[in-house]
């Protein structure tokens, strides 16, 4: 994926991040989860059809939106903050920066703003003329999948172990409604009884949060301790059993023999050693099979397929 570069958009929208920034900067003083809502999309974009913007799109005649997939509908949210960078970005650089770029910008700046670190976004990317709501469905994982599942679900991405235990740790910040783990707080795989691998401290305040009978759509924080803060505390939550979803407690708790354990017991002994795996893993993930060149457009809106109809309409009408 040589095709994507850092320097794609130095002479044609030279502040391109610098806007990106802006705009987040100005979300999170109303909305502190919006940073990490924003690298949540890009990686629900990354993993169903390649980092092409799809997943912004509505309903249309000929789309079906993948924002209405099991794991998005209800769930995935920070498309005003996109519209309002597309926008931002259409008066500096018209028809220059893509939706799916945006996506992958934001990522890096969102986790910058919230204390992690900062890198060199690989850019290029075209968007799509399409969305695939079956794909959505099918590709991206669930939080009671077991974790060879999730294991084989990122290795069909070309993502390894520590790509999925590094971007596993994106969890470090932003919330989770209480039916993406309420299974762990009563009835255990159908056990009648919490979680083994649950903390009981922190069980107690998950059942208070998620009373039974309640409303499962109640958000919390995946990192209990740093909720707001892209740091390594997420790891180091997994080896104390206060991993927020199942997905995360199985990275550390797996009795199979992966290798994931070793993976966080390193990032909880060294921040760094996540940070910098992290940027490699953010960049693979951003790498996958964008398109590029000619491939696809520019849209315009983040949320529609441009209409190429309209200029040759408007010429139509006029010579009649
Ligand atoms: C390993 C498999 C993964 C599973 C099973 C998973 C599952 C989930 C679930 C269930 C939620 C809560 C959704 C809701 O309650 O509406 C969530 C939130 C989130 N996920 Fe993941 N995730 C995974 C990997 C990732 C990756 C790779 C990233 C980014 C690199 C990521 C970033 C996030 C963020 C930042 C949030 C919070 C979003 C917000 O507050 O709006 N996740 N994830
Ligand atoms: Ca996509
Ligand atoms: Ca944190």
Redesign the pocket.
């Given at each position: 994926h040589g095709q994507l570069s850092p320097t794609f958009y130095d002479t044609t929208c030279p502040n391109v991040s610098n806007i990106v920034r802006g705009i987040i900067e100005e979300a999170l003083k109303t909305d502190a989860?919006i940073g990490?809502?924003l690298?949540?999309l890009h990686?629900h974009d990354c993993f169903v059809n390649g980092c092409d913007g799809s997943i912004l799109l509505n309903n249309s005649a000929t789309i079906e939106s993948e924002k209405e997939a099991r794991p998005n509908n209800?769930?995935v949210?920070?498309f005003g903050v996109v519209d309002d960078i597309k926008t931002a970005l259409e008066t500096a650089c018209p028809a220059t920066v893509s939706c799916a770029d945006i996506l992958a910008i934001a990522a890096e700046e969102s986790v910058s703003l919230a204390g992690g670190p900062s890198w060199n976004v690989s850019l290029g990317r075209r968007d799509s003329t399409t969305a695939n709501r079956t794909a959505a469905d099918t590709f991206l994982?669930?939080?009671t999948?077991p974790l060879d599942v999730?294991i084989k679900m990122?290795s069909d991405m070309g993502l390894d172990t520590t790509d999925?235990v590094a971007?596993?740790g994106?969890?470090t910040?932003?919330?989770?409604?209480c039916?993406?783990f309420i299974d762990r707080l009563y009835n255990f795989s159908g056990s009648g009884n919490p979680d083994p691998t649950l903390n009981t401290t922190y069980l107690s305040t998950l059942q208070g949060i998620c009373p039974q009978g309640g409303d499962t759509t109640v958000?919390t924080n995946?990192d209990l301790t740093t909720p707001d803060v892209f740091d390594n505390k997420y790891f180091s939550n997994l080896q104390v059993l206060e991993g927020l979803?199942n997905?995360d407690q199985v990275l550390f708790s797996t009795t199979e023999n992966n290798d994931t354990v070793a993976i966080v017991n390193n990032f909880t002994a060294d921040q760094s050693a996540f940070f910098a795996s992290f940027v490699v893993s953010?960049i693979k993930?951003g790498n996958i099979s964008p398109l590029t060149g000619t491939a696809g457009e520019i849209r315009l809106n983040c949320g529609k397929v441009n209409d190429n109809s309209t200029a040759s309409d408007g010429l139509l009408y006029s010579s009649m």
């Amino acid at each position: 994926h040589g095709q994507l570069s850092p320097t794609f958009y130095d002479t044609t929208c030279p502040n391109v991040s610098n806007i990106v920034r802006g705009i987040i900067e100005e979300a999170l003083k109303t909305d502190a989860r919006i940073g990490a809502s924003l690298i949540r999309l890009h990686f629900h974009d990354c993993f169903v059809n390649g980092c092409d913007g799809s997943i912004l799109l509505n309903n249309s005649a000929t789309i079906e939106s993948e924002k209405e997939a099991r794991p998005n509908n209800n769930s995935v949210r920070g498309f005003g903050v996109v519209d309002d960078i597309k926008t931002a970005l259409e008066t500096a650089c018209p028809a220059t920066v893509s939706c799916a770029d945006i996506l992958a910008i934001a990522a890096e700046e969102s986790v910058s703003l919230a204390g992690g670190p900062s890198w060199n976004v690989s850019l290029g990317r075209r968007d799509s003329t399409t969305a695939n709501r079956t794909a959505a469905d099918t590709f991206l994982p669930g939080p009671t999948q077991p974790l060879d599942v999730i294991i084989k679900m990122f290795s069909d991405m070309g993502l390894d172990t520590t790509d999925l235990v590094a971007l596993s740790g994106a969890h470090t910040f932003g919330r989770a409604q209480c039916l993406t783990f309420i299974d762990r707080l009563y009835n255990f795989s159908g056990s009648g009884n919490p979680d083994p691998t649950l903390n009981t401290t922190y069980l107690s305040t998950l059942q208070g949060i998620c009373p039974q009978g309640g409303d499962t759509t109640v958000v919390t924080n995946l990192d209990l301790t740093t909720p707001d803060v892209f740091d390594n505390k997420y790891f180091s939550n997994l080896q104390v059993l206060e991993g927020l979803l199942n997905s995360d407690q199985v990275l550390f708790s797996t009795t199979e023999n992966n290798d994931t354990v070793a993976i966080v017991n390193n990032f909880t002994a060294d921040q760094s050693a996540f940070f910098a795996s992290f940027v490699v893993s953010m960049i693979k993930m951003g790498n996958i099979s964008p398109l590029t060149g000619t491939a696809g457009e520019i849209r315009l809106n983040c949320g529609k397929v441009n209409d190429n109809s309209t200029a040759s309409d408007g010429l139509l009408y006029s010579s009649m």
